[in-house]
């Protein structure tokens, strides 16, 4: 009887080493892909600024929205901004909301007169992700 029990706790302890080590990968790779994520949303955001810039040199004022900013490179064959994020979970989408004051609805805060583009998100990333506990939790999006 003492073999058996000797056997089943082998294998008891080799079960708990096998699912920490699953939960452990799990979450590595879930904080490497929401990094990659906001990487990817603020070397977006990145485009989108120097586009806004591109279509000020060209017409000497802002767009007056995210849609004519798109409309304009279209004409051009431009197609790199046809989506865009809203938020930091979806996927690009072509509807895209577009406020002129922070709200924290998500989308864009987009100021014509300025140019000045962010995310409409003004909360740390921890509270539209509350499993994610990278270096980034604290950072607030409207700030990228």
């Known amino acids: 009887m003492k073999l058996d029990l000797k056997k089943a706790v082998k294998y008891a302890v080799l079960a708990v080493i ?70 930091l979970t979806s996927d690009m989408q072509r509807n895209v909301p577009e406020y002129r004051e922070l709200n924290d609805k998500g989308g864009y805060y987009y100021d014509p007169n300025t140019g000045e583009i962010k995310l409409n998100l003004t909360r740390p990333v921890k509270e539209y992700l509350p499993e994610y506990y990278g270096r980034l939790k604290n950072d607030i999006p409207s700030e990228w």
């Open 18 to 87: 096998i699912l920490f080590v699953v939960i452990i990968y799990k979450e590595f790779s879930y904080e490497k892909k929401i990094y990659n994520r906001i990487y990817t949303t603020t070397s977006f955001l990145t485009t989108l600024r120097i586009n806004i810039l591109l279509f000020y040199e060209v017409h000497e004022r802002y767009p007056n929205s995210l849609d004519e900013l798109r409309r304009s490179l279209q004409a051009n064959n431009n197609s790199e901004l046809d989506e865009l994020y809203v938020d």
